[in-house]
Structure formats: structure tokens, C-alpha cells
């Protein structure tokens, strides 16, 4: 599967920003799709995943309450709301995905072996 990220820009803190990622290739609804993002000198850092089939939805503690994770089987695309942002959620935001991924790893960058190229969003105080 390839993915295709998109929805990145310029926002101020406060703000609210809607993240794309539109996968290609066959069996959509058997993968996993998560956000991971990497800040300026910070490692990657898990934000969400959406399960294949029942779509069992994750988030970070960061994202809890402020990020909203979706995904259209039938568009073959992954979304992620974003509000209420801060400067912090500054970052390049990449979408991967993996097929039946294991409940344990989610939040593991190492197990998705498809990503797209990534997508900067910027918080403006």
C-alpha cells in the first residue's frame, strides 16, 4: 500500500487543522493506520491508530480529548482532526500503516512498514 499525506499548514494556537492520508492498493480495511509526528530534535513520537476491521481507535495522552482519529474504508482514507493546538503540536505529522497489526504494538513505529511522506503543521503563538 502506498499513502499520501496531506492537509499540513500554518495555524494559530487555538486553531484547529484536519490531516489526510489516502492510501492506494488493495485490502485497505486489513491495515492498521496510525500518525506518528517528529518534532525539530525530538524523536517520532506516536499520536493515533485506527485498527483494521472493528477499528478499535488509540490516542496518545497528548491527543486525548484535543486530536479525533477517522478512517472511509470505502475512500481509502485515514483523517485526524486537530483542535485546540498549541505551539508544541508544532511538527512534521507522518501516516504508516501495517496489515493486522497486533493490539500490542500500535504505538510502535517499528511494525508499520508502510508510511507516507509526512506533512508539516506549524503553531503559531
Known amino acids: 500500500v502506498q499513502l499520501q499525506a496531506s492537509g499540513g499548514g500554518l495555524v494559530q494556537a487555538g486553531g484547529s487543522r484536519r490531516l489526510s492520508c489516502s492510501a492506494s492498493?488493495?485490502?485497505?480495511?486489513?491495515?492498521?493506520v496510525a500518525w506518528f509526528r517528529q518534532a525539530p530534535g525530538k524523536e517520532r513520537e506516536f499520536v493515533s491508530a485506527?485498527?483494521?476491521?472493528?477499528?478499535?481507535?488509540y490516542y496518545s495522552d497528548f491527543a486525548k480529548g484535543r486530536f479525533t482519529i477517522s478512517r472511509d474504508n470505502d475512500k481509502k482514507t485515514v483523517f485526524l482532526q486537530m483542535n485546540s493546538l498549541q505551539p508544541e503540536d508544532t511538527a512534521v505529522y507522518y501516516c504508516a500503516a501495517a496489515s493486522f497489526l497486533h493490539d500490542d504494538y500500535y504505538n510502535v513505529e517499528q511494525y508499520y512498514n508502510f508510511w507516507g511522506q509526512g506533512t508539516q503543521v506549524t503553531v503559531s503563538s
Open positions: 492498493g488493495s485490502f485497505f480495511i486489513n491495515y492498521t
Open positions: 485506527v485498527k483494521y476491521g472493528v477499528g478499535t481507535i
